[in-house]
T-cell receptor, first 115, second 112 residues
Framework: GAVVSQHPSRVICKSGTSVKIECRSLDFQATTMFWYRQFPKQSLMLMAT?????????EQGVEKDKFLINHASLTLSTLTVTSAHPEDSSFYIC???????????FGQGTRLTVV | GESVGLHLPTLSVQEGDNSIINCAYS??????FIWYKQESGKGPQFIIDIRSNMDKRQGQRVTVLLNKTVKHLSLQIAATQPGDSAVYFCAENISVSPKVTFGIGTKLQVIP
């Protein structure tokens, strides 16, 4: 299947700093990528839809100034958690479909811990 | 609506038995459904999908059943193995939108 690579897999940062997470489609071009957040023992919550060449679409309740998304190329989307706080600690996962309305392939996830 | 923020139910199955994982989806307009498997600390992996013009689809050891009347989806795993232990999520999609919404998830524990 298609490969989506996410980096880093784990990151620990201090409160108040910003953290950037990268999501790459390695063997296909992705005009759309998705960013999810997952708390322990819970489901994936869609945060935003990343659109290549245009602004991301954020889900209700997700602060766009807090979670900056950039999709500058057809193979890379980045999520920057700005001014991170301990409550931002979570598992962040990206995904990308190879074609619209087909199964999406997921990155390995990034475990963010804010101390 | 979205089924988020709830703790995962658990299904315990003896190795070799068949497993049935159920999912109720919320949007009657959804026309594409996917099952994902998520192992601890990893991203979800695609298992099988089904479109709304079908009510059953089979893969290797897995079968997905779709009942649109009651908005219910199930995943059947034949001859469950220890490697099947994971959290299983159903996801729904409407073809006019790229967005995929995940269900609550079920933790499958296989007892050796």
């Amino acid at each position: 299947g298609a490969v989506v690579s996410q980096h880093p897999s784990r990151v620990i940062c201090k409160s108040g700093t910003s953290v950037k997470i990268e999501c790459r489609s390695l063997d296909f071009q992705a005009t759309t990528m998705f960013w999810y957040r997952q708390f322990p023992k819970q489901s994936l919550m869609l945060m935003a839809t990343s659109n290549e060449g245009s602004k991301a679409t954020y889900e209700q309740g997700v602060e766009k100034d807090k979670f900056l998304i950039n999709h500058a190329s057809l193979t890379l989307s980045t999520l920057t958690v700005t001014s991170a706080h301990p409550e931002d600690s979570s598992f962040y996962i990206c995904s990308a479909p190879t074609q619209p309305n087909t199964e999406a392939f997921f990155g390995q996830g990034t475990r963010l811990t804010v101390v | 609506g979205e089924s988020v923020g709830l703790h995962l139910p658990t299904l315990s199955v003896q190795e070799g038995d068949n497993s049935i994982i159920n999912c109720a989806y919320s949007n009657s307009a959804s026309d594409y459904f996917i099952w994902y498997k998520q192992e601890s600390g990893k991203g979800p992996q695609f298992i099988i999908d089904i479109r709304s013009n079908m009510d059953k689809r089979q893969g290797q050891r897995v079968t997905v059943l779709l009942n649109k009347t009651v908005k219910h989806l199930s995943l059947q795993i034949a001859a469950t193995q220890p490697g099947d232990s994971a959290v299983y999520f159903c996801a729904e999609n409407i073809s006019v939108s790229p967005k995929v919404t995940f269900g609550i998830g079920t933790k499958l524990q296989v007892i050796p």
